[in-house]
């Protein structure tokens, strides 16, 4: 079983909905998720990181943790055409995140 | 404040030799992880650096191996390349809860 889960999407939306991306994990132990933003043909990009159960925003973006359930999503709002790219969901297996378990990604595409 | 560098952008090999790749990471940053990205696989972590000492690995072979240097610099080294190895290879730099990637290293074999 894969330690970082996530649907390869594409997923596509049109332009000003409600993206959500989804990452399920295996290891119960893990306190902290990372959201990473790819572009293709460039380099991972930190979007956001979460800890504790619940909701935490930053501009348009909303994670979401749920540990009952280990799962952790991300969500878009007001989705723009700059956002299509490879969500990238990942866990740290220690403390820091100098160890990432990455999930294979959701490619995201927002439709004009 | 600068960023992740590493070099060389772009690498072709041929099978059986082997390639260095080079990483600067942001100043002040200790951690220097190592990750391998290919379609089929996607991100998979190889090893990180921390004060010049390998403080986690991956699973890869033995080909694979690097070292950091006293300025935080590190090297990562593959040996006796195979067509598998082709794949963009990404360096983080680490401080606390915060990984920042360079821009990778396009390595082809042929």
């Known amino acids: 079983q894969k330690e970082v889960e996530q649907n390869s999407g594409p997923l596509s939306v049109p332009e000003g909905a409600i993206a959500s991306l989804n990452c399920t994990y295996s290891d119960r132990g893990s306190q902290s998720f990372f959201w990473y933003r790819q572009y293709s043909g460039k380099s991972p990009e930190l979007i956001m990181f979460?800890?504790?159960?619940g909701d935490k925003e930053d501009g348009r973006f909303t994670a979401q943790l749920n540990k009952a359930s280990q799962y952790v999503s991300l969500l878009i709002r007001d989705s723009q055409p700059s956002d299509s790219a490879t969500y990238l969901c990942?866990?740290?297996?220690?403390?820091?995140?100098?160890?990432?378990?990455f999930g294979t990604g959701t490619r995201l595409q927002v439709t004009l | 404040k600068a960023g992740v560098t590493q070099t060389p952008r772009y690498l072709i090999k041929t099978r059986g030799q082997q390639v260095t790749l080079s990483c600067s990471p942001i100043?002040?940053?200790?951690?220097v992880s190592w990750y391998q990205q290919t379609p089929g696989q996607g991100l998979q972590f190889l090893f990180e650096y921390f004060s010049e000492t390998q403080r986690n690995k991956g699973n890869f072979p033995g080909r694979f191996s690097g070292r950091q240097f006293s300025n935080s610099r590190s090297e990562m080294n593959v040996s006796t390349l195979e067509l598998g190895d082709s794949a963009l290879y990404l360096c983080?730099?680490?401080?606390?809860?915060?990984?920042?990637f360079g821009q990778g290293t396009r390595l082809t074999v042929v």
């Open positions: 100043s002040g940053h200790r951690s």
């Open positions: 979460i800890y504790s159960n």
């Open positions: 983080a730099s680490a401080q606390g809860v915060e990984a920042f």
């Open positions: 990942a866990v740290p297996s220690t403390g820091t995140a100098s160890k990432l378990t």
